[in-house]
Every structure is written in C-alpha cells, then in structure tokens.
C-alpha cells in the first residue's frame, strides 16, 4: 500500500509486481535519486514506514483531527450541483453498499446535524474510525470521477469531505451536516427512505419503560425489598408482563436470569474497579507471561445489552466463523500467508484442530496460536497486554478484513437489568470510578438526547458506554448505614424508594389472640424512641406466621412466630444496642411484665454474697445486676401472653 503510493505521488514509473523484497528493493533505489546523501537506506525504510502508518491512520481518523483541520481549511468549500450528485450517485463503482447505508442514515437522520460518534452507533459500528473513513473514501471517489484537481484540496483529510458533508464546530460538540443538494439528489433517487435502510434510521422507540434507569429500594431489615427487586427487575426487563401468583414472577425471574438479562452482584467493603468493571490478570502462554484484561459483570452486561440494540437495528458485523472460513479458503497449504507487523511479519505454516503455527520473519523455529484466544481477541472478550499480543493483535486485524458490516436477522429491543445488592457497604467512588457519570438518563447512549457521552476504559483502552437498555436496581438496608451517609454522587443518580414496615399487610392477622400489627407497631414505636426509625422492624419477619395462618393451621403460626422471635429479631435487637439488655428489655415491654411472662429478666447479686462483708466496694452500689435471656425451652416462648403483653401489658 505504502509503495503504490509513494510511486504513484513521485511519479516513480516503477512496476511494483515482484514480491516484498523486489518491490522494496526497486523503491529504495528510486527513492535515493530523489533525496540528499545525507539520508542513507536506513532513514529511507523509516520513512517508508511513516508513510505507512499516515495511511493506516486514515481508517482511524477521530473528531480532533477533522476539527482542527476544519478550523485550518484553505480552500473554497467544495460543492456540486443536484444533477451533479445524481450523475455520480448513479455512477458504477462510486457508491458501494457500505457507502449507500452511510448516506441514508446521514439523510435519514431525525437532526439535520449529526456527529461521527452518533452515525457509528446508527450503524452498529463499535467506534468513529470506519465512520470518518466511510466518508473519506466516498469522498475521494466523486473527486476523482469529476476530475477534481488535488491541488485545490490542501488538507490531508477533510478537504475531499465538503463533498459530502459541511463541519461546524457547535457547544455540543463537532457536526456534520450533509450537502443540501446531495440531500436532495438523495430523496429524488429514492436512496433516503429506502426500505433496505429503515434499520439504519434513528430509533423512535424508547428504551425507558416507567421503571426509573436507576433506582434503589432502601428500609430496614425485613421490609421487602428483596421481593420488590425481583418484581422490578423483571418489570424492567419485561415491561408488558404480567403476572397472578408470586410462582409466576419468580419463574419469570429465573428464566431471564438463565437469559442473562437479569445478573446479580453483592457490594462489600473489598470490591473495587477490577471486579465490577475491568482489571488485568496474568496469564502464561507458550512459555511466556503476558497479562489479559479481564472485564467486570457491568462491562460484560453493557456490552451485551448494547450487542442488543445493535441486533434490533439489523446492523451486524460478519461473525468470527464467518471471517475464519473465509480466510481458511485464502490460504495456501505451501507458502501459508504472511502477516504483517509493526516491526516486520510473520507467515503462518499450517493449521492444525485448535492451533495455529506460524514462524517469524527472524527465525526458525515454529510458534503456536490458539484459535480459542483469537477467537476472544477478535470478539472483544479478551485483551493481552504485552507478550504474544505482538502477533495476534496483527493476526486478528488481518481477520477484520474479511468483517465487512452487513445486515443481520432482526432482533426485537430488550433490557437488561443488574441487580446490586447491599449498594451502600461498597466504596463508589472506588467500583465505579470514571463511569458514575456515564448511568445518568441522559448519559446513555441510544437514548434521544445529545448529551451521550463514551469514554476510553484505563487498562483496555476500549471505548465504552452506558446503553438506555440497561436498568440499574440497588439494595440497601438503613440498619447497615444511613441514608444520610450515602455517597452525593450516587445519591444524585439514583431515583430512591423508601421500604418501611408495611403494618396494612398484618392487619387482621391474629394467631392465639396475638394481634400481629399490633405486635410489630408497638415494639417498633419503642424502637424509634430508642434508637431511630431507620433500625425498626420489618413486616416481612412475619412472613411465615402470616401464611401459617391463611393455611388455618394455628399452631404452626404460633410456633412461626416463637422461631422468629428467637432467631430474628431477638439478635438483630442486640446488634442494635450493642447488647444493652435493658433497652432490649424496654422494647419487648418487659419491665411492665410479670416475672413469668418476661422475656429478658434482670438477676441481682449483693456485693456481700459475691465478695464478703469486706469488700470495700462503694456503699451507694451495693448489688450487681445481670440479665438473663430465657432459654429456647423456657415455657416464656410458649405462652401467648408473652407476646401479647408486648403491646398491652394489661392482657389477660
């Protein structure tokens, strides 16, 4: 690529029909004439290199380049009649089928000014490179087939794109906006509208059902938001479900955890970037050390629901198989195929099940790929750093070659939903980093604003977004840490639901004369005056009684509600005042109780009978007092007046 043009810009007059060496050969011969002495063979390959790299960079030209050479053109704006445009738009060889999707869905679009990065994602392109390369090359095309000198394009790139599209630099970043009268050759051929790009053409449907993009269910323990997540993730994913029984929304849960449409993470105090996003781990292959980035559960569900909207837009890149099959009819069982690298090549031998042999251009001996990595590598899932990525990063660009984007089967718009549990015990700032901004509605990519934002992930260097697809459901129980302690930057991107203790769902419901709501208000009142509101009790603890009782089986309800008292909230009362017994004592309403009928009783021993008439102890505390919670066989769990005297000491 390099000599043809370096031929074809010198006027060389070279035949460049040998192979690598002649070709190479013959071009530095010619190149000397041309140059001082000073430059030797050295200085020419380097800048034949330079050459190279200039055009490979073409196909990655990014937003920067084009603006700043906007802002430096030197030229009259290019332009061309309608007849002009129609002349060319039906000309044979000037517009391909990738051009013709790239011109209907500029004309296609709901503004008249669009940016590369957004005319990517209209065609399912992964970033802005083939984009502005696209354009480039079409481009070039009309130029030449009009004849227009190439003198009066100054600029290495965006002097060809007037003929196509005007830039403007806007506070919203830099635009294009194409030709008016190539909009209009457009319309009157019939090319804007097509019924084979409708696909391409901005969405109008909106990703956002009623459910929030982001929420977070916060109460005390106990007060449903485990059954209110599931619920909400799976309205979330499916909007227009409906259900009958809590057996059917925890089927239809399962089953779009099994899609992976659902997936679930647990924050802790440990959990950092690396594991929710994208970290590096070493891995050794043929004998050398090299380190893969792997990618975290919100990368991974990102990518697949943005593969989603991709899909729905029946723009899909060739797969791995596709690309593979093609290339394995390219090659050549004797000379195999040679692959170029920064610093030099390298030819593959001879493929062989799952493995690949190749050999270097500075040696013998023979080297091996695996097919599994390379597959990984090409689909994205994989990223090495370092060691033998030297030669599979050139392999893997030598299989894009074959990728052409092309249209795919439809596939209906679905969402994604993750699910993070106890959200508040992790360190944001540590898990999220730089993408806490990028969850906000109008931050995400595929949604109808402009604000969209994508940034470039540290250890992967890919680009990445948030898609308008994806719902973030947070858990968090106010006993661990308050509401007030959240973190600002979380708080102001998550809508928040409180989940208090619901004493409706209790109500009416009565297991030997104990009245449940009554139970659980009474014990909860004291609780807030104790303590505060956010370490009250839930209305879920009572679940099991609750069911027992529409079961009409009284004595299995009792004994429910004997095992919660036990194994719930009598240690959750001492998690929360630290084992001060006498405020447990004061919330089970124990000191307004018979002996008998008491929970915690209080134990006094004198000093005297503990140490003696002598013990020389203050006078004024002469007795020590102990608490002792009754057995799980005291006859006190058995009795109903225990539990009703909680909330009417006078109960009989």
């Known amino acids: ?344 090549w390298f030819r593959i031998t001879e493929i062989n099940g799952n493995t690949i042999y190749f050999e270097k251009s500075n040696g013998n001996s023979k080297h091996t790929f695996s097919i599994k990595t390379l597959k990984a590598l090409f689909n994205g899932t994989r990223v090495l750093k370092g060691g033998m990525n030297a030669y599979y990063q050139p392999l893997v660009e030598h299989l894009m070659t074959y990728a052409e984007f092309e249209r795919g089967i439809i596939e209906p718009t679905k969402n994604f939903v993750l699910v993070i549990d106890e959200i508040n015990r992790g360190n944001i700032s540590k898990i999220f980093g730089e993408l806490i901004t990028l969850i906000e509605d109008s931050k995400r990519s595929f949604n109808k604003t402009t604000e969209s934002i994508e940034v470039t992930l540290p250890y992967s260097g890919d680009s990445f977004s948030v898609p308008a697809n994806l719902y973030l459901i947070g858990t968090m129980n106010t006993a661990d840490r308050s509401l007030a302690m959240m973190d600002t930057a979380l708080r102001r991107r998550f809508d928040f639901v409180e989940m208090m203790p619901n004493y409706s769902l209790l109500s009416g419901q009565v297991v030997k004369g104990i009245q449940l709501d009554a139970l659980l208000h009474k014990m909860n009142a004291r609780i807030e005056a104790l303590y505060d509101r956010e370490h009250t009790l839930g209305h879920a603890f009572f679940s099991p009684v609750v069911k027992a009782i529409q079961k009409g089986d009284e004595a299995n309800a009792f004994n429910s509600l004997k095992l919660v008292f036990l194994n719930k909230i009598i240690p959750l009362l001492e998690e929360y005042f630290f084992d001060d017994w006498n405020k447990i004592r004061l919330v089970l309403g124990d000191n307004q109780k018979p002996d008998e009928l008491q929970f915690v009783k209080i134990l006094s021993t004198s000093f005297d009978e503990l140490f003696g008439s002598n013990h020389e102890l203050d006078s004024f505390v002469n007795q020590n007092e102990t608490f002792d919670l009754a057995l799980p066989s005291a006859d006190v769990w058995d009795n109903p007046l225990a539990y009703q005297n909680i909330y009417n000491p006078k109960a009989e």
Not at 99 to 109: D, E, H, V
Request: some cysteine; aromatic content about 10%; charged content about 25%.
């Open 1 to 344: 690529m390099a000599a043809n043009f370096i031929n074809g810009h010198f006027n060389l007059g070279l035949n460049l029909n040998g192979n690598w060496y002649e070709n190479n050969f013959a071009l530095k011969n010619a190149l000397r004439e041309k140059v001082s002495d000073e430059f030797d063979d050295f200085k020419i390959n380097i800048a034949v290199w330079n050459v190279f790299e200039l055009l490979e960079e073409e196909n990655k030209i990014d937003d920067s380049l084009i603006e700043s050479e906007i802002n430096q053109q030197r030229v009259k704006p290019l332009s061309l009649t309608v007849e002009q445009y129609k002349e060319v738009l039906k000309a044979d060889g000037v517009v391909n089928k990738n051009s013709r999707k790239l011109l209907s869905a500029m004309g296609n679009s709901s503004v008249s000014k669009i940016t590369a990065s957004q005319l990517a994602k209209d065609l399912g392109l992964a970033h802005v490179g083939p984009v502005n390369a696209r354009i480039g090359q079409l481009s070039k095309r009309i130029a030449n087939y009009f004849g227009i000198d190439k003198q009066d394009i100054k600029n290495r790139f965006t002097g060809c794109w007037q003929l196509i599209a005007d830039g403007e630099h806007l506070p919203e970043g830099f635009i294009w906006r194409l030709k008016d009268n190539l909009k209009t050759a457009l319309a009157e051929l019939g090319i804007i509208d097509d019924i084979d790009m409708q696909g391409i053409k901005e969405k109008s449907q909106d990703y956002s059902a009623q459910t929030a993009l982001n929420q977070i269910f916060y109460g005390p323990p106990g007060t449903g938001k485990t059954y209110r997540t599931i619920e909400a993730a799976v309205l979330a994913a499916e909007p227009s479900f409906t259900y009958t029984s809590r057996e059917d929304l925890k089927a239809k849960y399962n089953e779009l955890v099994l899609q992976r449409r659902i997936q679930f993470v647990t924050f802790h105090q440990s959990y950092g970037y690396e594991e929710f996003v994208e970290g590096l781990r070493a891995v050794t292959e043929d004998g050398q050390v090299s380190y893969e980035v792997q990618g975290g559960i919100f990368k991974r569900i990102c990518a697949s629901a943005m593969s989603n909207i991709a899909k729905s837009q029946s723009i899909t890149q060739k797969s791995f198989e596709a690309c593979w099959d093609e290339f394995l009819g390219d090659f050549d069982d004797e000379d195999g195929v040679k692959v170029t690298t920064k610093k030099g």
